[in-house]
């Protein structure tokens, strides 16, 4: 026995009688934020938010415009780039409306065109005002 009287083994015992819960109580929300963030980095990203449908009707016309007022002698690149632009906002669009396409894969010259004027149609039928 120590000089006190007190055995050390029953303070110890004590001390973390008293501790615990408070270290549980500490440790509590910060394990849940840890497991909740751990659980989230395992998930695959979810589909980012599509901007409101009239925006996307109205980037559609301004970029079929700006695509079929391309002039003859225009850079391949600018075609190209304003027709990939032009497909991604069909894309969304279809996203929005839950119209199926291809325009994603492997398709190229008539077929893609093709394509696009299918999505255009379904488009339309669905209630866009698009070219």
């Not at 990939?84 to 994603?104: G, I, T």
Request: hydrophobic share 45%.
């Amino acid at each position: 026995m120590p000089a006190g009287g007190f055995p050390l083994g029953n303070v110890l015992l004590y001390l973390a009688a008293v501790a615990a819960p408070v270290a549980g109580f500490w440790l509590l929300p910060k394990l849940a934020r840890l497991l909740g963030r751990a659980g989230r980095r395992g998930r695959r990203p979810t589909e980012p938010d599509l901007p409101p449908i009239e925006r996307l009707a109205a980037d559609l016309r301004r970029v079929h415009r700006s695509l079929r007022t391309l002039h003859s002698g225009a850079p391949a690149l600018r075609r190209r780039a304003t027709s990939q632009a032009y497909d991604a906002l069909l894309v969304q669009a279809c996203r929005a409306v839950e119209v199926p396409h291809r325009l994603d894969g492997e398709l190229d010259g008539v077929e893609r065109e093709a394509e696009r004027l299918r999505v255009e149609e379904e488009l339309r039928r669905a209630g866009l005002a698009i070219p």
